[in-house]
């Protein structure tokens, strides 16, 4: 068995009862954030960015919330492009579940070492693309329940914890939804 944590989460990893899998459960943690020195972050590709600055003109969420203040710099225009496909959606789920407030963030924009650390899917998946977000609210069973019939990119949920939405597989036509749970 392994135990790994970092960011905010725990990981333990081991083989299934008849060794023919490995499993896995991830449990995220809010952890405080420290504030980036500068306010600040360069993007290739894309610039200057403030980490305070709204993703959306108007969003609630800002790219501060997306790169955990700073801490993960994303590393193309694409991932940037993401980002905003994200904010986009967490506008509407702020404002149809949550009478226009934000939605705690837990995770949204991992580097490939960070998402290494703390997901199943090491360097790779959807948070390194920008478009998935980890999230909890006090009514995140029903916007799982409503999103797990409806949505064609991923969803899944760690009851009590946060839901996950992802934006991969979603504009491609023909592309087999993903549900799982944590």
Known sequence: MQLQSGYGSLTVQGWSPNDK???GATVVTTAPVGIHPTGNIQVPEWGDVKLGEPIIPG????????????ERIPESKAVMQGIVLAAGLLD?????????QKLQINSWYRDPA?????SSTGRTGPHTTGSA????????????????RSWDGGVAISPGSFVHIDFIG?????????????
């Open 114 to 118: 960070s998402n290494a650390a703390v």
């Open 21 to 23: 899998a490995m499993m």
């Open 59 to 70: 969003s609630l969420y800002t790219w501060g919330d997306a790169t955990r203040q700073g």
């Open 92 to 100: 509407e789920l702020s404002k149809k579940y949550r009478d226009g």
């Open 133 to 148: 977000v980890d999230f909890f609210s006090d009514n995140m069973d029903q916007i799982h329940a409503d999103y797990n």
């Open 170 to 182: 979603k504009d491609l036509p023909g592309t087999p939804r993903r549900r799982w749970t944590y």
